[in-house]
């Protein structure tokens, strides 16, 4: 507590003295050039990039916004729809693959899941490493189009250990308020929840774990439960009671494009570059960023390859896509004093996936939206926090599938090879086994209080029970106050800024949007406030 208090003071003291220094002492790093005609990228149209996009914006600066995936919102719909259901996957689906690559992806041992699709720049793309697959969203709003829209403001008391170089009190008074509005979070509707056939799923898990003696908590989420209830009356179409979140949502939830962005976009002056990967970057002699870029169209031809000249970059583009930029930069030297702690500590979150067999019946319709969580937090290394997800198979499978997210105290590295290009992470099932031993203590605990129930080992790869080899939440690889200064620009390289996944190291407890969105608009503030754009 002594150690919560003194730095507390410090930071306080730090910031009176950042509002009265000069643009270059207050980040410490090297004074650049500042004033209103700097050309601003935000590489990536994610949480990061979206917060950092209108908070530029409104500060009266123009940028661009570089995004390498499809801007949903100027798609056409086939048969009325933009997005496609888990169930009849096409080119919209997946990125650039000819067969869906689902978490899920066996029945009873065998591959009877996947679909075969064409080829196209679909919503939901994986990245593969050696023994990790990072699953990512694509387009105008990155993992705002895909994901569970869980918006979990995380325990104050395992924030402050993940991330003590942020103030806390300042975060839970200001920041994670400002983004659980911003990201328009709201409460399940109780009555679609204990009552629908949709949520059946959800209340069978929670009874379950009550006879062992854990409780359940209700998530907030970002989809609009008013819509849903709609839904559940077939006054709407459906969207989350028909089989659709991976590979998009046509309905009821508030993606960033409905949110952040769509605020953004209203000022009038963030240009938008769908299409568009960032290749590579390089700081030229004079001090510009020059990124390599790439633009394509929707089936993959080549559009155009460019070069692109900016005085401020910021780096959005998720944690694997930071990571790389900054490391391959760094390892093919275009860019001079990037600080070593690039790479390190990433982490999947404490990812761990299992299923179980429920004896009982799940529902044959069930919500993609989860809304409860099983947990038995109190950040030791035992934590889990899991979240009871649906299997909308579209029949009654008696199967309750889970998210655990557990405290796993390992960290993987990236290193760059400049043979293949690439990046490589060490991280392995070893590194995975503090996670999935938390999560069998906690699940063997349901089982054993509900006899008849057990383990499904035939839906993973390899028929492993718990998945240790894909996430959902990638974090880590440029961590603030490491790779960068306090409010995110990198070390050694002034113009440079991060703002995105990568500054959490490895892990935070929760589901991890509202975390990444709430340190983007304190650093977003505190860089404006520092003239550092
Ligand atoms: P992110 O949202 O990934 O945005 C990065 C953007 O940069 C993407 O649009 C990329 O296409 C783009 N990009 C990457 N590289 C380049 C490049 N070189 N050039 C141009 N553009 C580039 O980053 N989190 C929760 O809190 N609750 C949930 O319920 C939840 N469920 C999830 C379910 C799924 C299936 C997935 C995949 C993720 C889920 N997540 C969830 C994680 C969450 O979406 C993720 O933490 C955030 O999206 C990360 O935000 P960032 O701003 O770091």
Same mark, same amino acid.
């Given at each position: 507590?002594?150690?919560?208090?003194?730095?507390?003071?410090?930071?306080?003291?730090?910031?009176?003295?950042?509002?009265?220094?000069?643009?270059?002492?207050?980040?410490?790093?090297?004074?650049?050039?500042?004033?209103?005609?700097?050309?601003?990228?935000? &590489?990536?149209?994610?949480?990061?990039?979206?917060?950092?996009?209108?908070?530029?914006?409104?500060?009266?600066?123009?940028?661009?916004?570089?995004?390498?995936?499809?801007?949903?919102?100027?798609?056409?719909? &086939?048969?009325?729809?933009?997005?496609?259901?888990?169930?009849?996957?096409?080119?919209?689906?997946?990125?650039?693959?000819?067969?869906?690559?689902?978490?899920?992806?066996?029945?009873?041992?065998?591959?009877?899941?996947?679909?075969?699709?064409?080829?196209?720049?679909?919503?939901?793309?994986?990245?593969?490493?050696?023994?990790?697959?990072?699953?990512?969203?694509?387009?105008?709003?990155?993992?705002?189009?895909?994901?569970?829209?869980?918006?979990?403001?995380?325990?104050?008391?395992?924030?402050? !250990?993940?991330?003590?170089?942020?103030?806390?009190?300042?975060?839970?008074?200001?920041?994670?308020?400002?983004?659980?509005?911003?990201?328009?979070?709201?409460?399940?509707?109780?009555?679609?929840?204990?009552?629908?056939?949709?949520?059946?799923?959800?209340?069978?898990?929670?009874?379950?774990?009550?006879?062992?003696?854990?409780?359940?908590?209700?998530?907030?989420?970002? $989809?609009?439960?008013?819509?849903?209830?709609?839904?559940?009356?077939?006054?709407?179409?459906?969207?989350?009671?028909?089989?659709?979140?991976?590979?998009?949502?046509?309905?009821?939830?508030?993606?960033?494009?409905?949110?952040?962005?769509?605020?953004?976009?209203?000022?009038?002056?963030?240009?938008?570059?769908?299409?568009?990967?960032?290749?590579? &970057?390089?700081?030229?002699?004079?001090?510009?960023?020059?990124?390599?870029? !790439?633009?394509?169209?929707?089936?993959?031809?080549?559009?155009?390859?460019?070069?692109?000249? $900016?005085?401020?970059?910021?780096?959005?583009?998720?944690?694997?896509?930071?990571?790389?930029?900054?490391?391959?930069?760094?390892?093919?030297?275009?860019?001079?004093?990037?600080?070593?702690?690039?790479?390190?500590?990433?982490?999947?979150?404490?990812?761990?996936?299992?299923?179980?067999?429920?004896?009982?019946?799940?529902?044959?319709?069930?919500?993609?939206?989860?809304?409860?969580?099983?947990?038995?937090?109190?950040?030791?290394?035992?934590?889990?926090?899991?979240?009871?997800?649906?299997?909308?198979?579209?029949?009654?499978?008696?199967?309750?599938?889970?998210?655990?997210?557990?405290?796993?105290?390992?960290?993987?590295?990236?290193?760059?090879?400049?043979?293949?290009? !690439?990046?490589?992470?060490?991280?392995?099932?070893?590194?995975?086994?503090?996670?999935?031993?938390?999560?069998?203590?906690?699940?063997?605990?349901?089982?054993?209080?509900?006899?008849?129930?057990?383990?499904?080992?035939?839906?993973?790869?390899?028929?492993?029970?718990?998945?240790?080899?894909?996430?959902?939440?990638?974090?880590?690889?440029?961590?603030?106050?490491?790779?960068?200064?306090?409010?995110?620009?990198?070390?050694?390289?002034?113009?440079?800024?991060?703002?995105?996944?990568?500054?959490?190291?490895?892990?935070?407890?929760?589901?991890?949007?509202?975390?990444?969105?709430?340190?983007?608009?304190?650093?977003?503030?505190?860089?404006?406030?520092?003239?550092?754009?």
């Amino acid at each position: 507590m002594s150690f919560n208090i003194t730095r507390r003071t410090l930071l306080k003291a730090s910031a009176i003295a950042a509002a009265a220094a000069p643009a270059d002492a207050v980040s410490g790093q090297p004074a650049v050039a500042t004033g209103g005609s700097n050309r601003i990228a935000i &590489i990536g149209s994610g949480y990061g990039g979206a917060v950092a996009a209108r908070k530029l914006a409104q500060a009266g600066k123009q940028v661009d916004l570089i995004e390498m995936g499809t801007d949903w919102e100027k798609m056409s719909p &086939i048969k009325g729809r933009i997005f496609t259901t888990m169930t009849s996957p096409s080119a919209r689906s997946m990125w650039f693959k000819t067969r869906t690559d689902m978490p899920f992806s066996y029945l009873g041992g065998m591959d009877l899941v996947n679909r075969r699709i064409d080829r196209g720049a679909g919503a939901l793309d994986i990245e593969y490493f050696a023994n990790m697959k990072v699953y990512v969203g694509r387009g105008i709003g990155g993992g705002s189009l895909v994901n569970g829209g869980m918006a979990v403001t995380p325990r104050r008391s395992f924030f402050e !250990k993940v991330l003590p170089q942020v103030d806390a009190e300042e975060m839970y008074n200001v920041y994670f308020p400002r983004a659980n509005s911003g990201l328009r979070v709201n409460d399940p509707a109780m009555d679609v929840v204990m009552n629908s056939p949709w949520y059946q799923f959800a209340r069978v898990s929670a009874d379950q774990a009550k006879r062992a003696g854990i409780g359940h908590v209700m998530v907030p989420n970002v $989809y609009d439960f008013d819509y849903m209830r709609k839904e559940v009356y077939g006054q709407v179409p459906r969207s989350a009671l028909d089989k659709q979140v991976i590979f998009g949502n046509d309905y009821g939830k508030n993606s960033l494009p409905k949110t952040i962005l769509k605020e953004a976009l209203a000022t009038g002056r963030v240009n938008v570059i769908p299409m568009t990967e960032v290749r590579s &970057i390089e700081r030229a002699p004079e001090g510009a960023f020059r990124l390599q870029t !790439k633009t394509i169209d929707f089936n993959g031809n080549l559009i155009e390859n460019r070069t692109r000249e $900016y005085d401020r970059v910021v780096l959005a583009a998720g944690s694997i896509g930071t990571t790389r930029l900054l490391l391959s930069a760094q390892g093919e030297g275009t860019i001079n004093g990037l600080p070593d702690a690039i790479g390190r500590g990433w982490g999947p979150n404490g990812n761990t996936m299992l299923a179980r067999r429920l004896r009982t019946r799940s529902g044959w319709r069930q919500s993609t939206i989860p809304v409860m969580g099983l947990s038995n937090w109190d950040d030791s290394t035992d934590s889990v926090f899991a979240e009871i997800a649906p299997f909308p198979a579209g029949i009654d499978l008696r199967t309750g599938v889970y998210l655990a997210l557990t405290n796993n105290p390992h960290t993987g590295t990236f290193t760059w090879n400049r043979g293949s290009q !690439k990046m490589f992470l060490d991280w392995g099932p070893s590194h995975a086994e503090p996670s999935v031993r938390a999560a069998q203590k906690f699940f063997d605990r349901i089982n054993r209080a509900n006899p008849g129930t057990g383990y499904r080992s035939d839906l993973f790869e390899k028929h492993k029970t718990f998945s240790d080899y894909f996430t959902y939440h990638p974090l880590g690889g440029a961590v603030l106050g490491e790779a960068t200064d306090l409010q995110g620009e990198v070390k050694g390289v002034p113009g440079l800024f991060v703002m995105d996944g990568s500054l959490i190291p490895a892990k935070i407890g929760v589901n991890p949007f509202v975390t990444i969105t709430a340190l983007a608009e304190r650093n977003m503030d505190r860089l404006v406030d520092a003239q550092r754009f």
